[in-house]
């Protein structure tokens, strides 16, 4: 049998558990399907910039918002979404294992980091090596850091890195840096950057911790430095496969938000990292989250011919203005 749902959520990392307890709170039914509990909240061992918390991890945050969304009566299945279509009786959503019917849809799928490829550096993961460089380039104050990547996120990863490490060693394949000018010209300024062009990472050594990375140049010539941390910025994939077809695409693979969380579709709305709300962090997922997921509900309140939670407005009676 096909269940039915007043509103699905697809992920349940921060975007997506955080619409889960704004929806689940006005006692509509909800379903929040997921392949995991978290999505990148499971890369992040210390968490240092979710405010109100200070020392905390990104596992214990999903499991208190999991929680908290359990709570307001929302339900959890963890299944992966392969297929949303649209039909006459509203949005069906096809996972691995069940079919169910929604009135609306939050979509919040997030990202996951490119790796490296190189052997055993699964090992090293927060153990020196890194993916997110605005997260965690703050551990590296005064110490010794390499980066490898594309683009303009190899660009970005360097000056923030500049601000806090004593050295880094920047690695590209190709032999002169791409990207904006005023970033490279920037980096180029930067008295504790070394560029290293033409060159890639073949090995990651160190006992517990990374201890050093043996880098290759383009003729095969090897090189071991020792670096304190190696930070990967090879970009994310966003897999949107099961909705694209729906939704407008951006051209960087997000799906097209408004601040409110709508998407091109009236009945879908998306928050988080696969979206293209600005500054990809947890406190902005949740932010998305919780507006994408109110939206979700006004949707189907009025649906129901019923007035939902009104976004912000302002009245003036006589001489007193009022805000809400
Ligand atoms: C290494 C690393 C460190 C970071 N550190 C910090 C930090 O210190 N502070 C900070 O603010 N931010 C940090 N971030 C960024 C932060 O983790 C993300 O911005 C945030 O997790 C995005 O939340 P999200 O819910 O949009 O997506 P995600 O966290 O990616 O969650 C998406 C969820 O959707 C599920 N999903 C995807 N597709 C499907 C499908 N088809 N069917 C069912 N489920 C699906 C996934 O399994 C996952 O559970 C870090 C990121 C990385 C990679």
């Keep these: 049998m096909v269940q039915e749902y007043e509103v699905i959520i697809i992920g349940g990392g921060p975007a997506g558990l955080s619409a889960g307890i704004f929806v689940a709170r006005q006692k509509v039914s909800c379903l929040l399907i ?7 909240l499971n890369l992040i061992p210390k968490l240092e910039n979710y405010p109100g918390t200070i020392m905390s991890s990104g596992p214990l945050l999903a499991k208190t918002l999991e929680n908290q ?12 979404v392969e297929r949303v279509d649209e039909t006459e009786a509203g949005l069906t959503v096809k996972t691995l294992r069940a079919e169910y019917k929604a009135k609306a849809l939050v979509v919040a799928p997030g990202k996951v980091p490119n790796n490296l490829g190189v052997e055993n550096e699964s090992n090293f993961v927060n153990k020196g090596v890194h993916y997110c460089t605005k997260c965690d380039a703050p551990f590296y104050q005064g110490r010794v850091t390499a980066v490898i990547g594309v683009g303009a996120y190899l660009l970005e990863s360097g000056i923030l890195l500049s601000r806090m490490a004593s050295k880094i060693y920047l690695i590209y394949k190709g032999g ?3 990207g904006d000018k005023e970033m490279i010209s920037a980096i180029e300024k930067k008295e504790n950057i070394e560029l290293i062009p033409q060159s890639s990472v073949k090995a990651l050594t160190g006992a517990n911790n990374l201890q050093s990375i043996t880098i290759v140049d383009n003729s095969g010539q090897e090189k071991v430095v020792n670096v304190d941390g190696l930070f990967i910025e090879m970009g994310s994939k966003i ?5 694209k077809h729906l939704v407008k695409i951006n051209s960087k693979s997000e799906i097209e938000t408004t601040i409110e969380g709508k998407t ?3 009945a879908i709305f998306a928050a988080g990292d696969a979206s293209s709300i ?11 989250g919780a507006t994408a997921g109110l939206s979700a509900f006004n949707y189907v309140e009025k ?3 019923k007035p939902g939670i009104r976004a912000d407005w302002k009245k003036t009676i006589g001489d007193t203005v009022f805000h809400y």
Excluded at 239 to 243: A, D, M, S, T
Excluded at 278 to 288: D, E, L, N
């Design 176 to 178: 002169a840096l791409g």
């Design 239 to 243: 897999n949107l496969e099961f909705i």
């Design 278 to 288: 600005p500054y990809k962090q947890i406190v902005a997922a949740c932010s998305g």
């Design 264 to 266: 091109s579709h009236p």
């Design 34 to 40: 997921s392949k995991d509990l978290g999505g990148q």
């Design 69 to 80: 969304f359990l709570m307001f009566g929302g339900e959890m299945s963890y299944d992966t």
């Design 303 to 305: 649906l129901k011919g």
